[in-house]
């Protein structure tokens, strides 16, 4: 059993920066991914970003460049820090895990608002 705690939501203007924390307590295997999911306004719940334990990281293209993920293994925390935002970028955001070895070990975050304004 996993508990993801979330914490960084909030408003920011266009242009502004915001940094998302979430962290992981419970049985945790080593080999695990953390992940930034979103759900905006009449769109499908999409993958922001996605890091490994050994630091292997996936973006979705439309936050190359602007947003970074990051994790501290000895906290068990995964971080996503949001620059250039956008008002399209207004969602839920949702921290997820899942365990690399063992099949349906997943877990998300209750997600957080970020709401984006012009």
């Known amino acids: 059993q996993v508990q993801l705690g979330e914490s960084g939501g909030g408003e920011v203007q266009a242009g502004g920066a915001r940094r998302r924390a979430c962290t992981a307590a419970?049985?945790?295997?080593?080999?695990?991914?953390m992940a930034w999911y979103r759900q905006g306004p009449g769109k499908q719940r999409e993958l922001v970003a996605s890091?490994?334990?050994?630091?292997?990281?996936s973006y979705a293209d439309f936050v190359k460049g602007r947003f970074t993920i990051s994790r501290d293994n000895a906290k068990n925390t995964v971080y996503l820090q949001m620059n250039s935002l956008k008002p399209e970028d207004t969602a839920v955001y949702f921290c997820?895990?899942?365990?690399?070895?063992?099949?349906?070990?997943?877990?998300w975050g209750q997600g957080t608002q970020v709401t984006v304004s012009s």
């Open positions: 997820f895990y899942n365990s690399l070895v063992v099949i349906r070990d997943t877990y």
């Open positions: 419970g049985s945790i295997c080593r080999l695990n991914a």
């Open positions: 890091i490994t334990n050994d630091r292997g990281i």
